[in-house]
DNA sequence: GTTCCGCATGAATCGATAG
DNA sequence: ACTATCGATTCATGCGGAA
């Protein structure tokens, strides 16, 4: 029997942030609202004073953060005056003066993205996973997402490839769709900092930011059970709900109350896991 | 008939940009480069001096592009001491203060057939594509680089204008509404700025920086047949061979005395075109 | 039970119109 | 002139009901 708690915080994380110790925290995974965006629901923050606005906040995400653990951090500019701003490249400058190191930036490609046709402009189908992190040693647990081909290749196949295939066929002699046959025939699947995953349109009394599969897969890589995931801009509570299947405990921190409410409704503050045989992360 | 025009430069293309006229290319497409690699051929730029590097070559190239034109520059930064470096995202603020708009950034998914594996990191499958302009109203021909539908179209084609109607009826209220003819009979979509393209497994006599494709691609967009293709970082010429083969006028430019004969032999400075019903980008 | 179809709707972006 | 609001455009996905 496995026991995981769960904390909910309600205000600014700014703040909040100051009721969690140092160096306690295994993995940051957030998504906090872009610049301009949901204006209605945070406010909005303009993109030029983004970087002055987020800066205090990583200060103190790097105080509880431990010297193992990792911060992702999933954000993506918008265009403004046909232009793309500049203040997430800008907040990666500012935030490796703060301490922290960049080690990485994973690429999100979002399948479904929102439509649109413009005449200087594509869609837009990626988002950013920047991996920040207080050490150059720390926890990574590789093995935990390199499945079997089995699943992943399902899930590849499943999800990209009857469009893909069509679409690579189409353009024989540039290099498309020579390597399909190299996926089926592996048995192990080599993660790459690049992910496939469709964003999740149709949810009941919100809309998540992120599909579940996103926290999950960097919970499983960069946390085993037990530890602790923290998301200082919870809003609906995809990475806590997810955090706590996967037996880990979870910090959520949210400054709208109904977000709040409904979060607290929706998770209970102690978990308890039964350990068996097979069946990973099943309810008691 | 159609004749076109190739130009090779042998030498730096700091000074070799200075032969190339104001206002004369319309889409530049190069892969410089990147700091610290290619340590055998190009004696390697420090990542700190990267940017101080690459600016005055970014002025000469804002001054030869036509302020219709486009710069798309393929680069990524490489990892230094367990962190991402920083010269890229610097480039970037460096090159919008020279007067650059940093318009789009478009990703490569390159899907490799050689796994490798670190122990705090994964293999690096993505690469940058930099869209930088001169002026907001540039030239883009979106229509030449639609690709097929998704699966979803073969048997939900017809219930998507239904659907399309009903949702545009919900909106009446001035003019003629949409114009339904953009449904019918659709079979091909925009594409995202995500590209996927393998990369080029097979060894020739020189290791291509990119794969075909991903010049053509740009340069289908940006382009139109008998316009000019600049790469001042030319290597072994994939870029100037594919804008030939579409029937662009090239402009390459090469320090290496080496890659400069080689491409020299093998693209002639005129090349001629037969115009043909039905296929396109045949020599005569 | 499968499969198929109807349908709503997304961390979007631009251009025109209104204040 | 400069900003805020609004309508138009577009494609992939999952859900739920129908065949």
Redesign the interface.
Known sequence: MIETRNVFLLGDCEEELKNIPDNSVDLIFTSPPYADQRVKTYGGIHPDSYVEWFLPKAEEMLRVLKPTGTFVLNIKEKVA????S?YV??L??AM?KQGW?????F?W?KRN?YPG?W????????ERLLQFNKD?K?S?Y?EEVMVPMGDWAKTRLNNLS???K???E??VG??????IA?WLSRDKA?????LHLATECNNKNHSAAFPEGLPEWFIKLFTKEGDTVLDPFMGSGTTNMVANRMRRNSIGIEILPEYYEMVKYKLSPVELYLCEEGGKYEKA
């Open positions: 005056d046909g232009e793309r500049t490249i800008e990666i400058l490796k190191l960049w080690t990485e930036e690429i490609h993205c046709k005449p200087n402009r594509f869609r837009d189908a990626w150059k720390f990574m590789q009857e469009t893909d069509i679409r690579d189409s353009k540039s290099g498309f769709g020579k390597n190299n080599f993660p790459t900092n690049v």
